[in-house]
């Protein structure tokens, strides 16, 4: 029996779905990720708050904010009352006129995103909208529409959890943008040369620079076009089996015709639990990698993390993959597990293969880490943030709160550390209180 042929066409396609998703066991492998590599908070200009506090003052902003809602002039009130709180983001007041405010118009679907966008791609996208989401697509028109309905879910239920948690969500200032592509050349073409993404196996990411979120059709992946194809050479080789047995028994050789068509069976079995493992792995990536960087996308536009702020791993993709399914038409989020994160996690958990969580929530970018300790990093993040999300819950308030407050661009290490100790309290404390109960899980 060959099946190590189709394992081997298969260790290229899930051994590395880093940073977003890796998954590992007895199942398909796959090199594709979503990507955080543009470090979602990372401002390209960390002196933006700076010059509109000085150009207008905070107080002319609100003032200005509320002059153009009595006027009817809503869009210009969110506008402004949004800059507003990026300086005071803890005004309470100003956070419930604007909502009031943003229930007064639809919203803009014109934006420099889109804009940008536009300028970046061929003629032959075509625009797709819902209420919150523009995409921009060549893709076929029904799994278009399929991620434009992800994508909604995802809101939904970001805005369920932040509500819950009392973070006040702000209201978004237009449209959000995506960009789908049918073809995986023609995404890996413009993630390299307008976005800087290079790595092969990211299945999709989240640009904060240019403020959009891009992926592509999952079926044209070659590594799944490649498992697919031996899976077919499988088949070949199961029907010249069965022509075998047939011409065994025709002369007589029953006992080799039996053995060759129990071969055959096995080679059946075979491909059809592969058959089903590549396409179940297929729906899981496309679907968790739109949820996932969705909500990288949704969080630093509502505010519950600021975008002129750079975030710890932990709490930026500890959020996201909390928020990953493959069941997006059932409710998601932080307080249900997502099976291939809780499996993985708890492999680390058994193998004794976990970061110091002291470590973990310090760290800011993983350029030049083995693969590994990046999956370490991210499936440890989800464990926490989901473990934190249920056992404390405001204490996760107040650090997203902290994080908010905190002067634009990069904060140091030791500031990090700082931060979450004062939040959290001692980190080598909290982590044997949690792996405790991980350990008990388990168990």
């Given amino acids: 029996m060959r099946y190590f042929s189709l394992s081997v066409a298969l260790v290229a396609l899930l051994v590395h779905w880093e940073p977003a998703a890796a998954w590992s066991g007895d199942s398909i492998s796959a090199r594709l990720c979503h990507a955080s590599c543009s470090a979602p908070g990372q401002t390209p200009d960390k002196d933006h708050l700076q010059?509109?506090?000085?150009?207008?003052?905070?107080s002319n902003l609100l003032a200005e904010a509320r002059q153009s809602a009595e006027a009817d002039d809503f869009q210009n009130a969110v506008i402004l009352y949004r800059r507003y709180l990026d300086l005071n983001p803890n005004d309470d007041k100003a956070v419930e006129e604007l909502l009031g405010v943003a229930t007064q118009h639809s919203l803009p679907r014109e934006s420099k995103s889109l804009r940008l966008a536009q300028e970046?791609?061929?003629?032959?996208?075509?625009?797709?909208?819902t209420r919150r989401f523009i995409v921009l697509s060549d893709a076929d028109p029904q799994w278009t529409r399929q991620q434009a309905e992800r994508l909604e879910r995802a809101h939904h239920q970001f805005h369920r959890f932040a509500r819950r948690h009392g973070l006040e969500p702000l209201p978004l200032e237009h449209k959000l943008v995506c960009i789908?592509?049918?073809?995986?050349?023609?995404?890996?073409?413009?993630?390299?040369?307008?976005?800087?993404?290079?790595?092969?196996?990211?299945?999709?990411?989240?640009?904060?620079?240019?403020d959009r979120i891009v992926f592509y059709n999952i079926e044209s992946n070659p590594d799944l076009l490649r498992a697919r194809t031996k899976l077919s050479q499988l088949e070949r080789d199961m029907n010249i089996i069965i022509g075998?047995?047939?011409?065994?028994?025709?002369?007589?050789?029953?006992?080799?015709a039996e053995t060759l068509r129990?071969?055959?069976?096995?080679?059946?079995?075979?491909?059809?639990?592969?058959?089903e493992r590549i396409e179940s792995f297929a729906k899981q990536v496309m679907t968790a990698t739109t949820v996932h960087e969705a909500v990288h996308q949704i969080a630093f536009h509502t505010r519950v993390q600021s975008p002129f702020v750079h975030y710890p791993l932990w709490i930026s993709e500890g959020m996201a993959t909390a928020f990953e399914t493959d069941t997006p038409g059932q409710a998601f989020g932080p307080d249900h597990d997502y099976a291939p994160r809780r499996d993985t996690f708890e492999d680390l958990l058994g193998k004794q293969q976990l970061l110091p969580v002291a470590e973990l929530v310090q760290?800011?970018?993983?350029?030049?880490?083995?693969?590994?300790?990046?999956?370490?990093?991210?499936?440890?993040?989800?464990?926490l943030f989901t473990w934190m999300n249920r056992f404390r819950a405001e204490d996760l308030r107040t650090y997203l709160q902290r994080m908010r407050e905190?002067?634009?661009?990069?904060?140091?290490?030791?500031?990090?550390?700082?931060?979450?100790t004062e939040c959290f309290?001692?980190?080598?404390?909290?982590?044997?209180?949690?792996?405790?109960?991980?350990?008990r899980s388990l168990n």
């Fill in 262 to 275: 129990h071969n055959a069976s096995q080679y059946h079995d075979h491909m059809q639990s592969e058959r």
């Fill in 363 to 383: 760290l800011t970018d993983l350029n030049g880490a083995p693969s590994w300790y990046v999956r370490a990093v991210y499936h440890q993040s989800y464990a």
């Fill in 180 to 210: 789908l592509f049918e073809h995986y050349d023609d995404y890996r073409e413009f993630a390299m040369n307008h976005d800087e993404v290079a790595d092969p196996w990211i299945a999709g990411y989240y640009a904060p620079a240019d």
């Fill in 51 to 58: 010059r509109i506090l000085v150009r207008n003052g905070a």
């Fill in 425 to 439: 309290g001692d980190p080598d404390r909290l982590e044997r209180a949690w792996l405790r109960h991980e350990k």
């Fill in 244 to 256: 075998e047995a047939d011409q065994a028994e025709q002369s007589g050789d029953t006992a080799r």
């Fill in 120 to 129: 970046a791609l061929p003629r032959q996208f075509r625009t797709h909208e």
């Fill in 406 to 420: 905190q002067p634009p661009g990069r904060q140091s290490r030791e500031r990090h550390l700082k931060i979450f």
